[in-house]
């Protein structure tokens, strides 16, 4: 079964700053993985997703991920962090049931001033 | 266009009372996903429809639990005898395709239940 590791449940930086946000997965065949950000009360926006082809993927909002499968990781990065970025943000796996999402526990991301 | 959408979003509910959770996918799309969202933790799978067809309920915690979708478009999650455990967000996500893995699947805002 597909599983998804976000080994940091808090971060902070400051605005400006860069930031990665690491996630690790497992998967017995080759990983479909997304990323998504939730701001408080609302649902799941979809940042970016790696399906195949080039390993570095660009998304919204100045964000980009890196899958290495060598590393079994999908991290997120940002090479300078705004205030709005404050949200908590998931890995995903894609696979199973209807291609169902195999969730990661979430880093909540703070942003100092 | 509209997204997915859902309603209440936000229910409270006394420990014994039923519930029922209501989900509007994107018109058109022939994927619906149930997802459950403890506070604090990551949205879990409970359950999947293919139009009408439900063909996967093995996250659903309970036999408490039931969800339909019975003309392939609104569907209802509903949880009898609620217990203290079930407050969570439930999700619902709609996609165009299951059987093309690149098909995003799309959320809607959740309803948050809490069991008193």
């Known amino acids: 079964a597909q599983s998804v590791t976000q080994p940091d449940i808090h971060i902070t930086v400051s605005e400006g700053a860069s930031l990665e946000l690491r996630c690790n997965y497992s998967?017995?065949?080759?990983?479909?993985l997304f990323w998504y950000v939730q701001s408080p009360g609302q649902g799941l926006q979809l940042l970016l997703k790696y399906f195949s082809g080039d390993t570095l993927v660009q998304g919204i909002k100045g964000f980009e991920a890196e899958f290495k499968r060598s590393q079994s990781s999908f991290n997120l990065r940002k090479p300078s962090v705004h205030w709005s970025d404050a949200a908590e943000y998931f890995c995903a796996v894609q696979g199973g049931a209807g291609n169902m999402l195999t969730f990661g526990g979430g880093t909540r991301l703070m942003v100092k001033p | 266009g509209a997204g997915v959408s859902q309603s209440p979003r936000y229910k409270v509910a006394k420990r014994g009372q039923d519930v029922a959770l209501r989900c509007d996918p994107i018109s058109g799309h022939v994927s619906l996903f149930w997802y459950q969202q403890a506070l604090g933790q990551g949205p879990e799978f409970l359950t999947y429809f293919q139009n009408e067809a439900q063909l996967d309920k093995s996250g659903l915690p309970s036999d408490r639990f039931f969800a339909e979708r019975p003309e392939g478009s609104v569907s209802t999650l509903k949880i009898q005898r609620t217990q203290q455990e079930d407050s969570a967000v439930y999700l619902c996500?709609?996609?165009?395709?299951?059987?093309?893995?690149?098909?995003?699947?799309?959320f809607g805002p959740g309803t948050r239940l809490t069991v008193t």
């Open positions: 998967y017995g065949a080759t990983p479909y």
């Open positions: 996500a709609s996609s165009l395709s299951a059987g093309v893995s690149s098909y995003e699947q799309y």
